[in-house]
């Protein structure tokens, strides 16, 4: 199983991006799926996950009504589209997967342990 994300650049305060992650070895649909976001110095922070087997999404308070995560199964992809971007979202941004439904099983989809997946990260930085 590989996560590949892309999409993360520079953007003015604002602005918009959108992230996508390629996924191959497994079918999107069968897992749930999210993106965590790491800023220099900081640790890992949930940013938004879709639920396996639905299209329900859980996202962070400092996101919400800006995030947006979605799922194309037919191309295998999961995106985060980002609006109304600020400074303080700059990091690198993850894609992971849980393949093993500890997320449906305790509906905690906000510990990066829970997914056991990752991509290898996408820099978005947003300048004021």
């Known amino acids: 199983v590989q996560l590949q994300a892309s999409g993360g650049g520079s953007v003015q305060t604002g602005g918009s991006l959108r992230l996508s992650c390629v996924v191959s070895?497994?079918?999107?649909?069968?897992?749930?799926m999210s993106w965590f976001r790491q800023a220099p110095g900081k640790e890992r922070e949930f940013v938004t996950a879709i639920e396996y087997n639905s299209d329900s999404t859980w996202p962070a308070d400092s996101v919400r009504g800006r995030f947006f995560i979605s799922r194309d199964s037919a191309k295998n992809t999961v995106y985060l589209q980002m609006n109304s971007l600020k400074p303080e979202d700059t990091a690198v941004y993850y894609c992971?997967?849980?393949?093993?439904?500890?997320?449906?099983?305790?509906?905690?989809?906000?510990?990066?342990?829970?997914?056991?997946?990752w991509g290898q990260g996408t820099m978005v930085t947003v300048s004021s």
């Open positions: 992971a997967a849980d393949l093993t439904l500890l997320t449906y099983q305790t509906g905690n989809y906000y510990q990066p342990g829970q997914y056991n997946t």
């Open positions: 070895g497994l079918s999107l649909s069968d897992y749930a």
